[in-house]
């Protein structure tokens, strides 16, 4: 069973960064596929994209290219999301999510969440 | 904007049946790819309700049924319980911008009467 424990809330001024960690546990962070979705207040879910396996290499939602960088410390098997020159509008709950093993499906469906983490933009 | 269109509210009086459509093109649920459901509780994660367009992850109530054809797929809900009151959205793949990319539907409030 994998368990995703994501860091802490977050207070962020416009024009910062912010870094959200995701700790898996249950099974190493080579064996997953790591995406990243966030939600704003009332909103809806938002994919801001992953680590595709078909090619080894993550892929990012076009809205965020440039913005966002997603990383992999594999020797603490802990996943990041970066988002940088913050405004208003990133105001959000960021959520991690991965597919268990050996789906075959496309795409993926998603088993595991993180519980959230809030990030909240304001001068 | 998302790409995949549901409607904004469905309600239901307790034990009705509702169905929550998502809407997609040719680029995305009818190019093929596969359709899931999420269901999102007040303040929480969403979780993995419908997987494969039909089938149902061990412990989800088989009063929750998902069905696909051609450009839309659809979730429906049976002998509908307060507890299902919740957010759901569709997810699935498309390659309009010559990748494939994760598409969210645009998520539909469930309102128990």
């Known amino acids: 069973q994998v368990q995703l424990v994501q860091s802490g809330a977050e207070v962020k001024k416009p024009g910062a960064s912010v870094k959200v960690s995701c700790k898996v546990s249950?099974?190493?962070?080579?064996?997953?596929?790591m995406h990243w979705v966030r939600q704003a207040p009332g909103k809806g879910l938002e994919w801001m994209g992953g680590?595709?396996?078909?090619?080894?290499?993550?892929i990012y939602a076009q809205k965020f290219q440039g913005r966002v960088t997603m990383t992999e410390d594999t020797s603490t098997d802990t996943a990041y999301m970066e988002l940088s020159s913050l405004r208003s509008e990133d105001t959000a709950v960021y959520y991690c999510?991965?597919?268990?093993?050996?789906?075959?499906?496309?795409?993926?469906?998603?088993?595991?969440w993180g519980q959230g983490t809030l990030v909240t933009v304001s001068s | 904007q998302s790409v995949l269109t549901q409607p904004p509210s469905v309600s239901g009086a307790p034990g009705q049946r509702v169905t929550i459509s998502c809407t997609g093109s040719?680029?995305?649920?009818?190019?093929?790819?596969?359709v899931h459901w999420y269901q999102q509780l007040p303040g929480t994660a969403p979780k993995l309700l419908i997987y494969?367009?039909?089938n149902r992850p061990s412990g989800v109530p088989d009063r929750f049924s998902g069905s696909k054809s051609g450009t839309s797929a659809s979730l429906a809900i049976t002998g509908l319980q307060a507890e299902d009151e919740a957010d759901y959205y569709c997810?699935?793949?498309?390659?309009?911008?010559?990748?494939?990319?994760?598409?969210f539907g645009t998520g539909t409030k469930v309102t128990v009467l």
């Open positions: 999510a991965t597919p268990r093993l050996g789906w075959n499906y496309e795409p993926q469906p998603w088993d595991y």
């Open positions: 680590f595709d396996p078909e090619d080894g290499e993550t």
């Open positions: 494969g367009n039909s």
């Open positions: 040719s680029s995305n649920i009818g190019a093929g790819y596969d």
């Open positions: 997810q699935s793949y498309d390659s309009s911008l010559s990748a494939l990319y994760y598409v």
């Open positions: 249950g099974y190493t962070l080579t064996e997953l596929s």
